[in-house]
């Protein structure tokens, strides 16, 4: 893979482990997209970087995950990896924790997981199919 210009969208990079991939996947030379809520930050409040491209990006949002995809397509016109990160927590007594805090859960951990992996597979696959060797010998 040396010399080749690798590319990763991480979804949940304003934070916690997010950021921290975001962080070793720039330092090993990878094209981030870094995917976050704006929630009133701008990009440049998170991390500065020539390879870090800030994206909106919640990851319920079906029509958010198709522009952030297709921008990537546009620009790099491949995309090596997802990294999954975008993620809620709900801690509590189970009795407690009222059910719109266990379905926000479900709805960000699980489907915003799941719809991400869909939205990014196709273009996932013809990369790897372009663009590495070794996976066309697996795949042959
Ligand atoms: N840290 C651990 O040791 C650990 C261990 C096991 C499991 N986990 C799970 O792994 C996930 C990430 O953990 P973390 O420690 O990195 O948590 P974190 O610091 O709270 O980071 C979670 C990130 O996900 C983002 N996010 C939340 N909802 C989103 C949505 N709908 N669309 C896009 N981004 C969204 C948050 O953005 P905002 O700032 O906009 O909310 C935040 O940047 C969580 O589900 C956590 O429960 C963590």
Known sequence: MVGLNRVVLVSGAASGLGLATVRELVRADWTVYAGFRPNG???PDLLHGNAIRWLPLDVTDSEARSVAVASIER???RLDA???SAGVNASGPL???PDRVLRQVMEVNFFGAIGMTRDCLPLMRRTALSGSPSF????N
């Open 136 to 139: 066309r010998r697996r795949s």
């Open 75 to 77: 620009e790099q016109g």
């Open 41 to 43: 930050r701008s990009a």
């Open 82 to 84: 997802l990294v999954n």
């Open 95 to 97: 009795e407690e924790v």
